[in-house]
């Protein structure tokens, strides 16, 4: 079974630039999260997806960050415009989304805002 | 809301002996889930050990142990036999009963594995 994918693995941007980040779940994978993960911290939940529809974006900063879900399969997690801050690795993961199920990350993308 | 605190950023310890991680959390829910996840260098987060509120048993997988005390809201993990493949940040979290993914992670403890 392929895991969850995420591209890319590096990226490298100036501040006040764009990025934008893909994620494609384990097939049939119903919940979606996005994490962003600082430099010595705990992974930090930003948004979570139930098929196409967002449950929980309370931690989302809305007004540079926006992600989507088209279709309840793949997302991608977009920042506009970055900020130093922001240098982070980016996190997917995925779950069936019964309450039950574990969930399965990707490898991340990190994020370095120069 | 839940915080969950782990008190050791670093441990070391020489492979094949043993070594406990500490974490601490604080809930008002009835009904949450425990975890231990491992993220190497890969930094994929892969899950080590469940343990659901619920249970009064500890929780073990393989090498890999819980001591979970409710009262006190403590949450420890102990690798016995530690391999140098442990080597590793290891995160303690938490969830809710609602799902596994929405998880609230501690702040890490980085075990280094000694030959």
């Known amino acids: 079974e392929a895991g969850v994918a995420q591209s890319p693995r590096y990226k490298i941007i100036e501040k006040r630039q764009s990025v934008a980040f893909w994620c494609n779940p384990i097939?049939?994978?119903?919940?979606l999260y996005w994490y962003q993960q600082i430099l010595g911290q705990g992974p930090k939940l930003l948004i979570q997806?139930?098929?196409?529809?967002?449950?929980?974006d309370s931690q989302l900063p809305k007004d540079r960050f926006s992600a989507e879900r088209l279709k309840g399969v793949d997302s991608t997690l977009k920042i506009q415009p970055a900020k130093l801050e922001d240098s982070a690795v980016y996190l997917c993961?995925?779950?069936?989304?019964?309450?039950?199920?574990?969930?399965?990350f990707g490898q991340g993308t990190r994020l370095t805002v120069v | 809301a839940q915080t969950v605190t782990q008190s050791q950023p670093e441990m070391s310890v020489q492979e094949a002996e043993t070594v406990t991680l500490s974490c601490t959390y604080d809930?008002?829910?009835?009904?949450?889930?425990l975890f231990w996840y491992k993220q190497p260098p890969s930094r994929q987060m892969i899950l080590v050990i469940r343990q659901e509120a619920y249970k009064q048993q500890n929780a073990t997988e393989n090498r890999f142990s819980v001591n979970f005390q409710k009262a006190a809201k403590s949450f420890s993990l102990k690798i016995s036999d530690s391999q140098l493949g442990d080597t590793a940040m290891y995160f303690c979290?938490?969830?809710?009963?609602?799902?596994?993914?929405?998880?609230?992670f501690g702040q890490g403890t980085i075990l280094t594995v000694h030959p």
């Open positions: 993961a995925s779950s069936p989304g019964d309450g039950g199920a574990e969930a399965f």
């Open positions: 997806f139930q098929n196409n529809g967002v449950v929980d």
């Open positions: 809930t008002s829910e009835s009904n949450y889930y």
């Open positions: 097939s049939g994978h119903a919940t």
């Open positions: 979290a938490f969830s809710r009963g609602t799902s596994y993914g929405k998880l609230t």
